[in-house]
């Protein structure tokens, strides 16, 4: 597109949007972005971007509220500073588990987020690894979804495990898992939960062969790690010689850290589309970048080339 590149970014993860920006050799854009007295987002950008391709970067961490409530007010301000066209960048998508109504008298929380971002002025959005993928059509905005899998795929195929089993800690993660396996290779397993009576407690069935295999957990995002630490210990009980994870979003709440380093698992490696939390043991703990693929995605929207061709 013909305007000028400019790129924005809210409180949420200031390691990662100078990484993407360096990666982009384009200066931050100078904006205030704090809060009034009262703790109202307060917001006022610093340069002239009238017919710019602006983009916005905010990850969507804790505090979560306040950094949607951010990243609205940036998009208004940069709206109403006559942009030709905004993105809004956003490596982690909160408020993604709520996609649909499980029960009578629940919100869709995806689906209002994904309104109020249009409403505040997107004219795209980029994102990576969506926890449910239909809430790219909650929008009728341009989505571009990106996946960061090929990044951890590639750390685990350079570590060569010899005997590696991907494993699928529930039946929704499998595609995930086996993509995962296609690019790191070895052979895939599959956890599947069980109720067998309405009073009685979930058990994990398996799929597949474990025992004396170096098992790699594959999941789009850990958040309390209750998941992850239940199928290590599942994979432990059945013979697996080694267990670690990959995950795209290292969400870590509450204890998760503690239960961790707590647990039979060797190495969690994530991607940094959020920020570890300041509290909590990290030993375990790897990070990946996503900035590199955020860039070239940017560059790539800006100068009207392909994304799809980035995943080939
Ligand atoms: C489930 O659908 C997801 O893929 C993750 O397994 C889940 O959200 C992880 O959550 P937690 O860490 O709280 O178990």
Redesign the pocket.
């Known amino acids: 597109m013909d305007g000028r590149l400019q790129v924005f970014a809210g409180n949420s993860s200031p390691r990662l949007a100078q990484a993407i920006v360096s990666n982009l050799e384009v200066p931050l854009g100078r904006a205030i972005v704090g809060s009034w007295k009262d703790g109202e987002t307060r917001v006022k950008l610093e340069e002239n971007i009238r017919g710019s391709d602006v983009f916005v970067i905010q990850t969507l961490c804790r505090p979560v509220n306040q950094h949607l409530m951010e990243l609205l007010v940036i998009l208004d301000a940069v709206r109403r500073a006559s942009a030709a066209r905004i993105t809004a960048v956003i490596p982690y998508f909160a408020y993604a ?1 709520q996609e649909k109504k499980a029960s009578g008298r629940e919100p869709i929380s995806a689906k209002l987020v994904a309104n109020l971002l249009v409403t505040a002025g997107a004219d795209r959005i980029l994102t990576l690894d969506l ?1 449910a993928p239909a809430i790219e059509g909650f929008f009728d905005i341009q989505v571009d979804h990106l996946r960061a899998t090929p990044i951890l795929a590639s750390h685990f195929h350079r570590l060569a495990l010899p005997d590696l089993v991907v494993v699928s ?2 039946a ?2 499998v595609g995930r898992a086996e993509e995962f396996r296609r690019r790191a290779g070895g052979s895939l397993a599959i956890i599947t939960k069980q109720r067998p009576g309405p009073e009685q407690d979930e058990v994990l069935e398996m799929v597949g062969d474990v025992e004396g295999r170096h098992a790699v957990i594959v ?12 199928a290590a210990e599942e994979l432990r009980a059945r013979g697996a010689a080694s267990v670690r994870a990959a ?1 795209i979003h290292g ?1 870590f ?1 509450g204890d ?1 850290l503690r239960l961790i380093q707590a647990s039979p698992i060797e190495q969690v490696v994530v991607t940094d589309t959020l920020p570890l939390p300041d509290e909590g043991p990290r030993d375990k703990i790897e990070v990946l970048t996503v900035a590199p693929l955020i860039a070239e995605a940017i560059m790539r929207i800006h100068k009207d080339l392909s994304i799809s061709a980035l995943f080939t």
């Open positions: 588990r926890h800690p529930d929704g993660s999941d789009d995002m850990i958040s309390s790690a209750g998941t992850l630490v239940r995950a969400v709440a998760a």
